[in-house]
């Protein structure tokens, strides 16, 4: 199984960031990825890190697009990849917009022709290309030269049928959250698969997991911490196709032969990869990882 690990990018020191990007190389895991909130930046950190932590992939999950024009995050994607031996998956999402309109201060309308047009610019300029796109919601003009980077691979925070879509004809692949083994199966490996067009798309399953001997315990700490999932629209569509009532009903929880039956579903299903965020109490957290590191290996 290939599996990558998240990192928290926001935690109490950059060198705490890069002690655990450390530990799970060390433990055998494909990859560190971090997401972009409202503490450090994903890219610079990895840029960080990455310099400290060989041999690994390092993903973000994900890089909003709206607040970084495309010539912007294409030299700062090649110029990590540099820093990094070209090391570097590049998810990005268009976010949601109770946060791109009320935070940034952008429209959000029709946010598949944003991710489409974005691409359309971002793709190009990543291979090293100059670009002359006009679009409805964005214009780019120019190029980056970063000679010794290569292009990184290109994922995208794509959930509904209109944004996996445009994953599948502009990106490498979709990053899925809140995603059980049904929707995978039946809603984003479908959808995304027939929008490559004969490509084998990456279908990267982030998900919540934890080996405890208390599942009721943890799933109801899930449900009350992150209920509020279920208000989001883009995430209470993924829920209703998945058949989970609340995200308590997607994340990965139960014994180590539970754990791993579930794990294999999502495989099953067609995700090519997973990235995990662990749950729970520094023992179940360190049984967690002492099973995933043994199932990646």
């Known amino acids: 199984m290939r599996i990558g690990l998240v990192v928290d990018e926001m935690g109490p020191s950059l060198e705490t960031v890069i002690d655990q990007s450390q530990a799970a190389a060390e433990a055998g895991f494909a990859g560190v990825w971090l997401a972009q909130r409202t503490g450090r930046d994903a890219l610079t950190t990895l840029a960080v890190a990455g310099r400290q932590v060989p041999g690994i ?4 999950a994900v890089v909003p697009t ?29 976010s949601h917009q109770f946060i791109i309109e009320d935070q940034y201060g952008y429209s959000f309308d029709r946010p ?32 980056v030269d970063v000679a010794a980077a290569t292009p990184p691979s290109v994922l995208v925070g794509a959930l509904g049928p ?42 990267v399953a982030s998900t919540i997991v934890c080996v405890t001997s208390d599942e009721d315990e ?13 208000q989001v629209p883009v995430y209470r569509a993924m829920l209703d196709r998945g058949h989970a009532a609340g995200p308590e009903d997607t994340v990965v929880i139960g014994d180590e032969a539970g754990v791993e039956r579930q794990l294999r579903r999502l ?18 957290q360190a049984r967690t990882t002492a099973l995933l590191a043994d199932l990646a290996g």
């Open 162 to 203: 209109a944004m996996l879509r445009v994953a599948g004809e502009l990106a490498d692949g979709t990053i899925t959250t809140w995603a059980t083994a049904a929707s995978l199966a039946d809603h984003v490996v479908p959808a995304i698969t027939k929008a490559a067009g004969g490509r084998t798309p990456r279908v």
């Open 66 to 94: 709206y607040p970084r024009h495309p010539l912007a995050l294409a030299a700062q994607a090649l110029t990590v990849q540099e820093a990094v031996g070209n090391r570097l998956t590049l998810g990005v999402g268009v």
């Open 112 to 143: 598949a022709r944003h991710l489409r047009e974005y691409l359309s610019a971002l793709a190009p300029l990543l291979r090293g290309e100059s670009v002359s796109y006009q679009g409805e919601t964005l214009k780019a003009v120019g190029a």
């Open 57 to 60: 992939e390092l993903g973000t």
């Open 218 to 230: 943890r799933r109801a700490w899930v449900a009350e911490n992150f209920g509020m999932v279920g």
């Open 267 to 284: 495989f099953d299903a067609g995700a090519t990869e997973l990235v995990v965020v662990l749950l729970g109490s520094d023992e179940e």
